[in-house]
């Protein structure tokens, strides 16, 4: 999200913080490459296809699932289709406004969107009703509704969640009950450079302190399937390196704790 949305850091917290870093711990008594504790629960949502709420320590968001068939692509005219969106419900933040996606929510739904596609989580070949006129369309709709900050890895975990849970029911078309065809576990891990340190799943003070932010969505065979680099500074290529292996230890660790 952008800067100006954060609010402004006291000049003691800032240096409490920066302090922190340099010993390798953070304000919270986190180590740099951390996630702070995480809470997921499915089928949160009865009415939606598939729902998950999610908790990433104080970042709270909910995403629902709705499954509709329509007209695919026409550059994709034998694939399913699939949408997502984020709103920033102005009771998560003071600055949040009611109405059109603003640049934050819509640059948080791309990086979330790409890594889910681009891992190829769902089989959108097999979603196809008739080839080239009718498909499943598959609305991935997020609400934050408490942020405190990282909400690309909150909502890639409450999206990934829902897909999972998600059951398209039978009426729909004239089928039967199915499972969206998940193919892939894809868990993104966001990281800002703070001075000369990489810190993972920043907290809102830390992201206001931050001067760049990288995301790395990796799958369970350990390939990166996505990544996205935000605010205007910069990382060198050992950050790089350091940030893509971070994501993938941390990715395998989400995995085993909460996905199985």
Same mark, same amino acid.
């Given at each position: ?5 954060a ?6 917290k800032? /240096? #409490? =913080?920066? $302090?922190?870093?340099k010993?390798?711990q953070?304000?919270d !008594? *986190? %180590? ?8 997921i629960?499915? /089928? #949160? =949502?009865? $009415?939606?296809?598939?729902?998950a709420?999610?908790?990433? !320590? *104080? %970042? ?75 498909v ?18 909150a ?38 450079k703070i ?56 990715g ?9």
């Amino acid at each position: 999200m952008p800067k100006d949305e954060a609010g402004v850091l006291s000049e003691i917290k800032r /240096n #409490y =913080i920066l $302090r922190k870093l340099k010993e390798g711990q953070r304000g919270d !008594g *986190r %180590t740099l490459t951390a996630f702070r504790e995480i809470s997921i629960t499915t /089928n #949160y =949502i009865p $009415r939606s296809a598939g729902s998950a709420y999610v908790k990433l !320590g *104080r %970042t709270k968001v909910v995403a629902g699932i709705k499954v509709e068939s329509g007209e695919p692509f026409p550059d994709t005219p034998n694939q399913g289709v699939l949408t997502t969106n984020v709103e920033l419900l102005p009771m998560a933040f003071p600055t949040f406004e009611a109405g059109p996606p603003n640049e934050g929510s819509i640059e948080i739904a791309r990086v979330v969107d790409r890594g889910i596609r681009e891992s190829k989580m769902i089989d959108l070949e097999s979603l196809v009703i008739e080839p080239g006129k009718k498909v499943w369309i598959i609305f991935a709709d997020i609400d934050v509704i408490d942020f405190d900050g990282n909400l690309i890895d909150a909502c890639t975990l409450a999206v990934v969640s829902a897909l999972r849970s998600a059951i398209v029911p039978g009426s729909k078309e004239g089928s039967k009950d199915f499972q969206l065809p998940v193919r892939s576990l894809p868990i993104s891990v966001t990281m800002v450079k703070i001075g000369d340190e990489i810190v993972a799943d920043p907290d809102l003070e830390e992201e206001q302190l931050s001067t760049a932010r990288v995301t790395v969505t990796t799958t369970e065979d350990g390939h990166i399937r996505a990544m996205q680099k935000g605010d205007t500074g910069f990382f060198t290529l050992d950050e790089i390196r350091k940030a893509i292996k971070i994501s993938s230890n941390t990715g395998k660790q989400i995995r085993e704790k909460y996905f199985q």
